[in-house]
């Protein structure tokens, strides 16, 4: 008996209110919207967008803007080198020079707000080396990075006693790790650009009375001491500063600032000079520097010269840092003090290297309380101070600069592994 096939018909679902049914779509709809704003979780095998981690204790820009510097007595027993280090510069060797408070000057130590009560770590000599081995760091420009270097240098030799001198591709100064195939070394080009002296007979000043001479200055043409190296580093610190001013070119042996061959018309002073100088350098150093190059820009270190400028019987003899609330009354330019610069060249590096990859490396608001780090009167040698005055530009070492070196490498590192 054949089955008999029964007719089928479409399931049939319950009716809803309209109004039970605006609900639904309007639920619905803000459940989508809200789905679009909530964070996502990556899938396992995606990291497009991981953020990197927060910066180390020194890593950040606000770590050097905002914090203050407090007394830390374990610090001097913890310096990573003494007078002997064979990478010193006599006249910054204070602890060899008998500088008096020299303990004091290293028990400070700076801790940034950002930090939770901690003070910026010191650099970990061998662990700072082991990463970066077979890699070189560059220091361009005048002998403030040369003291920077210095303590830099000093630092990584107490984890490599093989550490010898290194003075290749036009290095002044400089040192290599062989145990770790590291080369660290500074290149002196105090104005950044080629500069040269033309004799008055030479000289398109000759008419101006008193001339001796000029300095000229090529503005596109970066100084013979560094234009080779923009490959050779894989990082790369730049300053200028510290003698665009009248104490280094006086009238009678000016800078006359050249561009394309020719005088630059008409003539430009000395700071509308290193305006130029910098948007030049950086553009130079933009289109020649690989982009993985990690590329810093130092801004000013400051002077502590009290009563007079260096040729005028400035002193320093401090024995403590200088309070927040006197910092103006040194530094701002509007108060036309002998200590000026910092803060006026600061304001010209900064335009020049915003909207570049050049990172600024601002040390001088922590540097500006440090009048009582400089060596002064311990110069190591008899007739220095009767020469040249007391050196309140330069900084002890071990001293001041070795803030400066954790810093730095805290930065390295961090920008490093953020890629």
């Given amino acids: 008996m054949a089955h008999q096939r ?45 953020r990197p981690p927060p910066p180390p204790c020194g890593g950040a820009a606000t770590d050097l803007a905002a914090g203050r510097w407090a007394r830390d007595p374990l610090r001097p027993a913890r310096s990573l080198y003494d007078g002997t280090c064979s990478f010193h510069r006599n006249a910054w060797n204070c602890l060899r020079n008998g500088r008096e408070g020299i303990e004091s000057i290293n028990s400070w130590a700076w801790y940034p707000d950002r930090c939770g009560g901690e003070a910026i770590p010191r650099i970990d000599p061998e662990a700072f080396l082991s990463f970066m081995r077979g890699r070189r760091i560059g220091f361009v420009g005048d002998s403030l990075n040369e003291n920077f270097l210095v303590a830099f240098l000093c630092a990584l030799r107490s984890a490599d006693g093989g550490a010898r001198k290194w003075k290749r591709k036009g290095a002044w100064r400089g040192g290599y790790f062989p145990k770790f195939d590291v080369t660290v070394a500074y290149h002196r080009a105090v104005l950044l650009a080629k500069y040269t002296w033309q004799p008055a007979e030479h000289s398109t000043n000759q008419d101006k009375k008193g001339v001796k001479g000029i300095y000229r200055v090529d503005v596109d043409a970066p100084a013979a001491d560094w234009v080779n190296i923009t490959k050779f580093y894989d990082v790369l610190m730049f300053n200028t500063g510290h003698w665009w001013g009248p104490d280094k070119f006086p009238t009678e042996t000016p800078l006359v600032f050249y561009r394309g061959g020719e005088p630059i018309d008409p003539p430009l002073g000395i700071f509308d000079g290193l305006k130029v100088v910098l948007q030049s350098m950086i553009s130079y150093i933009e289109k020649e520097v690989p982009k993985k190059t990690i590329k810093f820009w130092r801004t000013q270190s400051p002077r ?35 200590n000026k610069e910092a803060r006026e060249v600061n304001s010209l590096v900064q335009q020049a290297v915003f909207g570049t990859d050049i990172k600024l490396l601002n040390l001088t608001h922590l540097s500006e309380f440090r009048a009582d780090a400089h060596p002064a009167v311990w110069l190591g040698k008899k007739d220095a101070v009767a020469i040249w005055g007391q050196d309140c530009m330069h900084w002890c070492l071990p001293g001041l600069p070795d803030i400066w070196v954790d810093v730095l490498a805290a930065q390295i590192l961090y920008n490093m592994e953020a890629g």
């Avoid at 049939?12 to 996502?40: D, E, N």
């Fill in 304 to 338: 502590h010269f009290h009563g007079g400028d260096w040729d005028r019987n400035g002193s320093c003899l401090f024995s403590e840092p200088l309070r927040k609330n006197e910092l103006d009354s040194w530094f701002d330019p509007r108060n036309k003090g002998v």
């Fill in 6 to 50: 029964h007719p089928s018909f479409p399931p049939t679902w319950p009716r809803f209110p309209p109004a039970i049914l605006a609900v639904l779509a309007v639920s619905l709809a803000l459940f989508y919207t809200a789905s679009l704003l909530l964070p996502h979780s990556p899938s396992s095998n995606s990291t497009n967008h991981r």
